[in-house]
């Protein structure tokens, strides 16, 4: 069974920088896609980032709104996936999850419903 639990958010002004971790236990990170997407209040869950990594294979995938901005790795060491944040904005509030997925190296995955585990959540609040 895999676990993931997300850690690292809170209240930051605009402009700022948080780092979100996500642990995952059960498993290293070969052969799985891991996502972070986000949740506003009334909104839709949306993606953010993904990184894949098969054999000597490594993938990333950014959405538009984060390009620049944010960046995802793979800390082999913590077994973690973190998310660096940069340059916030108050539209970067939202609860932000982390999620996993079986990967074979095709096209990381950027919709929600291709992931299969998920964490709880922490939430980013950006104050302008």
């Known amino acids: 069974q895999v676990q993931l639990v997300e850690s690292g958010g809170g209240l930051v002004q605009a402009g700022g920088s948080l780092r979100l971790s996500c642990a995952a236990s059960?498993?290293?990170?070969?052969?799985?896609?891991m996502g972070w997407f986000r949740q506003a209040p009334g909104k839709e869950r949306e993606f953010v980032a993904a990184?894949?990594?098969?054999?000597?294979?490594?993938?990333?995938s950014y959405a538009d709104s984060v390009k620049g901005r944010f960046t995802i790795s793979i800390d082999n060491a913590k077994n973690t996936v973190n998310l660096q944040m940069s340059s916030l904005k108050p539209e970067d509030t939202a609860v932000y999850y982390c999620?996993?997925?079986?990967?074979?190296?095709?096209?990381?995955?950027?919709?929600?419903?291709?992931?299969?585990?998920w964490g709880q959540g922490t939430q980013v609040t950006v104050s302008s």
């Open positions: 059960g498993r290293t990170f070969s052969n799985y896609a």
């Open positions: 990184i894949g990594r098969s054999g000597i294979t490594t993938s990333l």
């Open positions: 999620a996993s997925r079986l990967w074979s190296a095709f096209g990381l995955p950027r919709g929600s419903n291709e992931y299969n585990y």
